[in-house]
């Protein structure tokens, strides 16, 4: 400990007190000494990546008009599956189950109508790999990506955000989210940020650490320098100055009293949590500054055009806080409760819109990342938590799509201008390769060098399918 | 049954044939653990499939299973998926089987006197409650006299008692919510006394109120918009019964059963009816199963620490409860439904009504879900009500209940009865006078004539009018802090944080900000402001010329939606008009405005972000106030500022005339045809009237319903737009008149917000209106519950009671007493006070003294001075040698503010409210579900609605920054700062304030460091916001 300067302390040394356990997060739940030990936030083994950008974008993206294109649709628009040589799909053997929460839900219907392609689509670099025209920009970036074309989920309807971030179905108690078991896991990167951060709208599942606590929920973050987190400035007419004072004496005033109570580990780490709150009061707002940021930066990201702005501010926030020692950013794109990607209508003017505010800016996060070398250790993750389907839903939309939709990673410790997995030509099955959701989250916690098992929580036990499998293939 | 085609050899003759390289031991570390994971759930204790156990060597080798090529080996290797153990899940890891297979090769060796699991029938939290035998405490206190023996069998010493202040403190705290005032620390009472007196507060039965509604999840409706999804409306009745449950010391066994079926046992109590509202909470509009399963699932935890959620798919792996059983529970509460019922009030049940249950659906079938898939329900067997067959000795058959005509016919309840007629007489008066009012125009106007006045027109600008409004000033504010003497605040979601103000929900025009002041008439105005979000039109600016009951002004806005443009618009007798005074630009979220406004005489002038952006000419003015507007917006203002428009400014001209705006007196001509409509209306409230009496009398109702649609047909002919229908409505009603062909009998009081109104089929309740009994299984859940003999229902409620008040529970699954419970280390103290719960009636203030008179809970929560033995023989404090020091949970940390800032406002009961910084009630009163939570409590682990039973205790920084930054805390420190005599001096008011906030003196240094630091701040307000602040003031020591 930094006696000179208590507020420059590292938060490793926050959560050991004087006995040497962690106390940080005290929580009822978990204080029984006997039963849980938290861990020390060391990897279990080397790690190839130290952080997390996680971009989701809420609603579900279509996946044939984004990173798994299939022209087969445009060719047979308008028949209806049935008259395709692929009607095969629609054996019912071939459906895998979906736990419905909605009953007579007027949405996640078979479609067998087949809706075109929206969109053309190109191969892209080295890799040659096929990208919808509404996402040029990542296309352009896509030698530095590994595309895992063959994630499946159980649920058809929004509650399919919850799985997709926890892996369990949103019908089921609700457990801790992947950002959650990261900042679980992990130690602090740095004494000044929260480590696990989430930027946009969330409706259905507004908690992330569940029965880990609340000590890991990810702190909401805007990005407005001036109100960027919850009583992040003192309420009228208190100086930082005077702020300082009193948290001075506060602190001297909580040592002298802890002579009354030793051995009290709630003390110590409630002083601590002050510390962190007040560096927390400059640093969060200065790493969502952009003054310092060059044009180029700026124009990378698109913040000098009105549809990228918003986005690729959120993204530069992003790669800033990831400088800073962030570990888990998680930036949710797509307004409304259900998601602003959700085109059950106006799929062709929904998708173009959307794509446009995140295109640009996300391939300018990748290229800011390479070049800063921050993409070695940076794992970048852009997923949706379903795809569309391939048969149209109404005149000009596609309907929910659990059977197979496409998300992306790239970075620390991953291949690039890769595809892993496969649809069936028309995009309705995942049918090699398969992955349900929580593959992606053993990836990253493979990357990032954490045996997810020995972090189970007593009273907690996690089924085989919490786990997921890693997908060695995109493994560099 | 699986067939299995492969032969059981001989098994190994025991041990002698290899050394040992596999031990008795081993098999211990290393085999049994892994047995006991996988395999004991079907082949143990619980059940013995294929008449099979595994959970001693013994029986293993009495079924001949081991052996190299034994049949446990082979399942456990078996590539067929219809042999392989276990059956569910993945293969044992083939480590686990090398293992297993060296045992087994080097004999199988057993531990000596291996025995087999329990019977689960067995476990402690099984058996019915008793005195523990060899404990008989007399005249002690029993927790005193258990802990007396405990130590002394240890060599523990205990600590003293905490010193008088802080134990009071404590004592406020843990029965109220609300930290003892200076006079209340002072008393000198014998705390005997000061216990009964505070358990007779009404502040006992919130604050416990809200511990329980933890426990019985209580959430306010909420879902998409206006739909309500989860939970019902006026559920806030629910928690009101709580509150006032404890404050009368209702029995706990009373207020489960009144939970469970107040609709049966008590249906003409409203009071009782309303504690079904935790039923009611449980609603899920999309799927019945859904519903029920939470119904299930959280009865069981609550009243009993069963998880019988568990047994939905399967049996239960560890309790012996079976599929059937999760099923049988299920049929306990297959027919109820949920509805509303009118209350005294308001008849509009939008509004106000009684949310309870009642059983809708009596003839609906329960039926087994294959591996809890509804869609495999198993119709060939109807499932009956019943409990748990492990716990089903206590258990009566349900008997029906016929119930009273103002349960099943609610509307024939006398306030009912007269509240409609006096409303259908409200109706008739109305028209009546309308109709005569007419009558008088129609005859007065032939007469005396008035002229229309000259519409008000647009004059040319020629020269500035010249006098500024009567009270012109100049209006500056950044909106770092409240200004209640600028501004006038309405609306509840408005915060001062950050520096800033923010709209925290949109709204259509009901939150807004007034100057209390005219601004000059020539005026210029700057507002900087960000939109933050909102749901469609996000319109974000200014009104001026406001006039006293806002119904006239002008405004310019900013609005985010589509592409985005800025627009002038007057609001003229509270309807807006908009103008063509438009520029279109795109508004963008989260980015900073500023809007100019240069207004002299009739010409304005819009410039957005110093760039111009329209001139218009206003068709009039008047003297008014400016108003902030936000129109389906959340925003962020940062400053405003309005000053006279200096005369040397230069203005921009407007392109063309505004449309002048006329605003004549309207003298309506009274034709015949208005004197027809009127009296047809006449006609319709008398007719409706004369229904509402009519149905009381049941059957002239069915007539008078005729005659309403006839009434109404004929009031709608006189519309030109509907004569054709209606002319068609006439023929048919008239014709079925004859016939008398009258319409269905229809209820009077059809709740609007229940089920009735779904989609969802299996939520209907059968035809006709409510049931005229009731099932009598709910009844039969509530005593069973409550018997004497049942063995999980008083233990459940100590044990959550003395956890909140000794901060550790005596069982530390709070919700799960079966068999993953160990039997808890102080079995014979909870048992005994289980006991004592039920022979005084279940009484829970005698629980509540005989927990706070121990001398065991008077202890200081210090290890200071520890006797070193016992400090290193029992660090974690389990056998209660010391108190446990908890953390204030989220609505204490607030009430407690407020109560000593002198703020609180201690109303009880009533509406849930919106939560904000100026609302002054007690928290346990705010909005409380998914979609409406208070943000300052959500800071300090509010309670999940989902299921809470028992609260976090987090450290994490945004509670600091919550504590240091937010309006409430600092507010509270300004108002508790007050409360002290300003001439009193620094030792004092240190003292003073050590006591009131942290319930102590302070000790030398901290009385040092405390004059120290004043002497160089002398405001006071900061120091207390230091002591706000404290640890000891969040921790009840």
């Keep these: 400990m930094n006696h000179d300067d208590p507020y420059a302390i590292s938060r490793r040394s926050i959560l050991q007190s004087a006995l040497g356990f962690s106390a940080l997060a005290v929580n009822g739940l978990m204080a029984a000494e006997n039963k849980h030990v938290l861990p020390d936030g060391q990897p279990h083994f080397q790690p190839k990546a130290k952080r997390v950008i996680w971009l989701f974008m809420r609603g579900g993206v279509s996946h044939m008009e984004s990173f798994d294109p299939k022209p087969e649709l445009s060719k047979f628009a308008g028949k209806s599956i049935g008259e395709t040589p692929y009607k095969s799909v629609l054996d019912p053997s071939k459906i895998r189950k979906l736990r419905i929460p909605i009953k007579g839900d007027a949405n996640g219907h078979t479609r067998t109508k087949i809706f075109p392609l929206q969109t053309g689509f190109k191969k892209y670099g080295q890799s040659g790999i096929e990208v919808s025209d509404w996402f040029p920009n990542i296309g352009s970036c896509a030698d530095d990506i590994a595309f895992i074309r063959s994630m499946w989920t159980s649920d058809n309807n929004h509650g399919a955000q919850v799985q997709f971030h926890s892996g369990r179905h949103m019908l089921d108690p609700r457990v801790p989210t992947i950002g959650a078991w990261i900042n679980y896991g992990l130690g602090s990167l740095s004494d000044n940020l929260p480590q696990f951060i989430n930027i946009g709208p969330r409706f259905f599942d507004l908690k992330d650490g569940h029965y880990l606590g609340p000590a890991y929920d990810a702190v909401n973050l805007k990005i407005d320098p001036r109100n960027p987190l919850a009583y992040a400035k003192p309420h009228g007419g208190i100086t930082a100055s005077d702020q300082l004072k009193n948290l001075k004496l506060t602190n001297k005033l909580n040592r002298i009293a802890s002579e009354q109570y030793p051995l009290d580990p709630v003390i110590e780490a409630r002083m601590k949590s002050y510390e962190l709150a007040y560096r927390m009061q400059t640093a969060v707002p200065e790493a969502l500054d952009f003054k310092k940021e060059s044009t180029e930066t700026r124009k990378l990201y698109g913040l000098d055009q009105n549809e990228t702005k918003t986005f690729g501010q959120q993204l530069l926030a992003a790669r800033r806080m990831s400088e800073r020692g962030v570990r888990f950013i998680q930036i949710m794109h797509g307004d409304g409760a259900a998601g602003a990607w959700d085109n059950h209508s106006g799929l062709k003017k929904g998708h173009t819109k959307l794509s446009k505010q995140v295109d640009l800016p996300t391939a300018g996060l990748l290229k800011d990342l390479k070049q800063r070398g921050l993409l070695e250790d940076t794992i970048v993750v852009f997923a949706t938590e379903f795809g569309r389907t391939p048969g149209s839903q109404g005149a000009n939309g596609r309907d929910h799509h659990a059977f197979g939709f496409s998300v992306w990673m790239a970075g620390g410790g991953l291949k690039g201008g890769v595809v892993n997995g496969a649809t069936d030509e028309l995009g309705y099955h995942a049918i090699e390769d398969p992955h349900y959701v929580t593959d992606v989250h053993a990836t990253i916690n493979h990357l990032m060098g954490i045996n997810p098992r020995k972090l189970e929580v007593p009273g907690h036990k996690r089924l085989d399918r919490d786990y997921g499998h890693v997908i060695n293939p995109i493994l560099a | ?1037």
């Design chain 2, 1 to 1037: 049954m699986r067939a299995l085609t492969l032969t059981i050899l001989l098994g190994f003759s025991p041990a002698t044939l290899f050394a040992a390289d596999f031990s008795a031991d081993d098999y211990l570390k290393q085999i049994k653990p892994v047995l006991k994971e996988r395999c004991f759930a079907c082949h143990g204790a619980l059940k013995k499939k294929g008449k099979l156990r595994l959970d001693t060597v013994a029986s293993m080798r009495s079924k001949d299973v081991l052996g190299k090529d034994g049949e446990m080996l082979a399942r456990l290797m078996s590539a067929d998926l219809e042999e392989r153990m276990p059956p569910e899940g993945e293969a044992l890891k083939a480590h686990e089987i090398a293992t297993i297979k060296k045992w087994i090769v080097a004999g199988s060796p057993a531990p000596a006197g291996e025995k087999p699991e329990a019977d689960p029938k067995s476990h402690w939290a099984f058996q019915r409650i008793e005195r523990p035998k060899g404990f008989a405490p007399g005249k002690a206190n029993p927790i005193d006299a258990y802990f007396a023996a405990r130590h002394k069998a240890a060599g523990f010493v205990a600590q003293p008692a905490a010193a008088r202040t802080l134990l009071l403190r404590r004592l406020y705290l843990d029965l109220t919510g609300l930290p003892p005032t200076v006079e209340q620390l002072a008393s000198k009472d014998a705390l005997p006394k000061i216990i009964d007196d505070v358990l007779k507060r009404p502040q006992y039965g919130e604050r416990w109120g809200r511990h329980w509604m933890d426990v019985w999840r209580y959430s306010d409706w909420y879902g998409l918009g206006k739909e309500v999804r989860n939970s019902q409306k006026h559920i806030w009745r629910w928690r009101d019964w709580i509150v006032n449950s404890l404050n009368e010391n209702k029995g706990y066994d009373q207020m489960v059963r009144e939970m469970l079926a107040g609709d049966e046992i008590a249906p003409k109590d409203p009071e009782a009816i309303a504690a079904t509202g935790f039923l009611a909470r449980g609603y899920y509009k999309f799927n019945r199963t859904t519903w029920l399963d939470r119904t299930i699932e959280h009865t069981g935890k609550a009243f009993m620490g069963l998880t019988l959620n568990c047994a939905k798919c399967h049996d239960h792996k560890y309790d012996p409860i079976d599929h059937v059983d999760y099923y049988k529970f299920r049929a306990i509460f297959e027919p109820y439904q949920v509805r509303v019922d009118v209350m005294p009030g308001s008849l509009d049940l939008e509004k106000n009504g009684l949310t309870r249950v009642y059983d809708g659906n009596l003839g609906a079938a329960t039926y087994l879900h294959k591996r809890g898939e509804e869609a495999k329900a198993d119709k060939s067997k109807k499932i009956s009500a019943g409990p748990p067959s492990v716990l089903a000795a206590m258990w009566e058959p349900p008997k029906p209940v016929t119930l009273p005509d103002e349960a099943w016919r609610p509307e024939m309840q006398k306030f009912v009865q007269e509240g409609v007629l006096a409303q259908a007489q409200t109706k008739v008066t109305a028209a009546q006078a309308h109709l005569e009012k007419l009558k008088r125009q129609k005859a007065g106007v032939t007469q005396n004539r008035k002229p229309a006045p000259k519409p008000v027109a647009n004059t040319k600008q020629k020269k500035p009018v010249s006098k500024p409004a009567v009270g012109g000033s100049v209006l500056v504010d950044d909106f770092s802090k409240a200004r209640p003497d600028l501004w006038e605040l309405v609306g509840n979601d408005w915060r001062y944080q950050g520096g800033l103000l923010s709209l925290t929900k949109p709204s259509v025009g009901k939150s807004y900000l007034r100057s209390k002041a005219k601004h000059p008439q020539d005026f210029e105005l700057n507002l900087k402001f960000q939109t933050t979000g909102g749901d469609k039109w996000k319109s974000v600016g200014i009104r001026f010329d406001v006039d006293q009951g806002g119904n006239n002004s002008h405004f310019v806005y900013a609005s985010a939606y589509g592409s985005g443009k800025v627009h002038l618009a007057h609001t003229i007798e509270g309807k807006d008009v908009y103008t063509k005074a438009l520029a279109k630009r795109p508004i963008k979220l989260n980015q900073e405005y500023t809007l100019n406004l240069k207004v002299r005489g009739l010409l304005i002038n819009v410039a957005l972000n110093g760039q111009f952006l329209f001139a218009y000419n206003l068709p009039r003015r008047q003297a008014g106030a400016v108003q902030l507007l936000a129109y389906d917006a959340i925003a962020d203002f940062y400053a405003i500022e309005v000053k006279p428009l200096p005369t040397a400014t230069v203005l921009k001209n407007a392109s063309e005339q505004a449309k002048p705006i006329v605003v004549a007196n309207k003298v309506p001509v009274i034709t015949a045809g208005v004197i027809e409509l009127a009296q047809a209306k006449l006609n319709l409230a008398k007719a409706e009237y004369a229904l509402a009496k009519a149905r009381i009398d049941a059957d002239s109702a069915r007539r008078m319903q005729l005659e309403v649609s006839l009434a109404k047909a004929r009031v709608d002919l006189l519309d030109p737009k509907q004569a054709a229908k209606a002319a068609g409505s006439i023929k048919k009603l008239e014709a079925d008149r004859k016939a008398g062909k009258f319409p269905a009998y229809k209820p009077l009081s059809v709740s609007k917000v229940s089920l009735i109104k779904t989609k969802n089929k299996d939520a209907l309740p059968s035809s006709g209106g409510y049931p005229k009994t009731s099932s009598g299984r709910r009844t039969a859940l509530a005593k069973w519950l409550t018997h004497r003999d049942h063995p999980l229902a008083a233990r459940v409620a100590v044990n959550h009671i003395w956890m909140r008040h000794f901060g550790e529970p005596l069982v530390e699954s709070v919700a799960d007493f079966g068999l993953r419970a160990p039997k808890p280390l102080h079995q014979d103290l909870l048992d005994y006070l289980a006991v004592e719960l039920i022979e005084s009636g279940w009484d829970m203030k005698h629980l509540h003294r005989l927990m706070l008179s121990s001398k065991t809970w008077q202890r200081s929560s210090s290890n200071l001075g520890a006797d070193k033995k016992t400090l290193a023989g029992d660090k974690s404090n389990h056998h209660y040698w010391r108190m446990n020091s908890r953390r204030m949970e989220s609505q204490v940390v607030r009430d407690s503010l407020l109560h000593l800032a002198g703020t609180l406002d201690l109303t009880r009961g009533g509406p849930s409210i919106a939560s904000s910084p100026n609302v002054r009630r007690r928290s346990l009163y705010f909005i409380h579900s998914r979609d409406g939570r208070s943000k300052f409590l959500a800071t300090f682990d509010d309670a999940d609605m989902l299921a809470c039973y028992r609260r976090s205790e987090s450290i994490v920084p945004q509670q600091a920054l919550a504590m240091m930054n937010s309006q409430t805390a600092i507010a509270a420190s300004r108002a508790i700062a007050a409360t002290f005599k300003p001439d009193m001096d620094a030792q004092a008011f240190v003292r003073s304030a050590f006591m009131m906030i942290l319930g102590r003196q302070p000790a030398q240094a901290e009385l040092a460091a405390s004059k120290t630091f004043l002497e160089q701040e002398p405001k006071r307000d900061h120091f207390i916001h230091v002591l706000i602040n404290h640890n000891d003031f969040l921790v009840i020591r």
